[in-house]
């Protein structure tokens, strides 16, 4: 049987992107061993005045795998990640669930490479800007920039020197 991934996606105003990033994302689910695994979205929007809601509805029609789940006013994106995970997980009966955003920084052409990583036994499998062919979004400040890479650097001296990106938002677990 196979098994189900839900992609989790927070919201909070991504109008402009959120359709897009569907789109992307089905594209790819084309690719994936449908016998191994049954791929789902979950778009859990804080209550988004700029109606991104409406937008994840509309796809609904098109794309049966895709979920909504809203709470009524913005609680944070730890919090938000905490209610679609536990949503996901008792809800939708999910076996593995991704972290994902809605902005384009999260690339949905590497989860079959991650979901492979699955199949070999992991747990958790993290997306890393720090690793061989992997890169910063060209569009971050330098502030930025530098505050992720001394954030990692720091995190992995008195943590562990095999955990690439302790900052990254795109990982799986099973």
């Given amino acids: 049987m196979a098994e189900k991934v839900i992609i989790v996606i927070p919201t909070y105003n991504e109008s402009q992107t959120i359709a897009q990033t569907i ?21 859990y929007d804080s209550n988004s005045p700029d109606h991104t809601a409406q937008i994840v509805e509309q796809s609904q029609q098109q794309y049966k795998n895709l979920h909504l789940a809203m709470e009524k006013q913005k609680s944070g994106l730890g919090s938000a990640y905490a209610k679609a995970i536990t949503h996901a997980i008792n809800k939708l009966n999910a076996d593995i669930v991704f972290e994902f955003d809605a902005d384009g920084s999260h690339q949905p052409k590497y989860l079959p490479a991650m979901l492979d990583e699955f199949s070999k036994g992991a747990d958790v499998v993290v997306g890393s800007r720090y690793v061989k062919g992997g890169k910063m979004p060209s569009d971050w400040s330098i502030d930025r920039k530098i505050l992720s890479w001394g954030g990692n650097l720091i995190s992995r001296l008195f943590l562990t020197w095999k955990y690439k990106d302790f900052t990254s938002g795109f990982r799986g677990t099973r």
């Fill in 23 to 43: 789109i992307e994302l089905e594209k790819v689910f084309n690719s994936i061993d449908a016998v191994q695994y049954e791929m789902h979205i979950l778009i």
